[in-house]
């Protein structure tokens, strides 16, 4: 099992950036699908990137193109978050399952989590 802590959120203007982390309790670098997801008030956790093993990102349709998922160091996890609207804002989650596979955005595929950072974008 993998133990997870996300950091860098916070309260920030539309338009505006922002860098989570999630650092990992041992080596993810290599053999594991990372993940960032989030979760709104009221509604259901969503993927939000994947990044797997070779470091090929996946990125839901809404983020695209202003997310960016990257691995740092050995077991660290980084999501930049550019261009942020209010929709963006949730509580954001790293997630982890060992594979050299595809890494998919269903949430159902991940089994470590960590406890999140609020994220919370206004106008």
């Known amino acids: 099992q993998v133990q997870l802590v996300e950091s860098g959120g916070g309260s920030v203007q539309v338009g505006g950036s922002l860098r989570l982390s999630c650092v990992a309790s041992?080596?993810?670098?290599?053999?594991?699908?990372m993940g960032w997801f989030r979760q709104a008030p009221g509604k259901e956790r969503e993927g939000v990137a994947t990044?797997?093993?070779?470091?090929?990102p996946i990125y839901a349709d809404s983020v695209k193109g202003r997310f960016t998922i990257s691995k740092y160091n050995v077991n660290t996890l980084i999501l930049q978050m550019g261009d942020l609207k209010p929709e963006d804002t949730a509580m954001y989650y790293c997630?982890?399952?060992?594979?050299?596979?595809?890494?998919?955005?269903?949430?159902?595929?991940?089994?470590?989590w960590g406890q999140g950072t609020q994220v919370t974008v206004s106008s």
């Open positions: 997630a982890a399952r060992r594979s050299y596979g595809y890494c998919s955005l269903n949430i159902n595929d991940y089994n470590d």
């Open positions: 041992h080596m993810i670098y290599r053999g594991y699908c």
């Open positions: 990044i797997d093993s070779d470091g090929r």
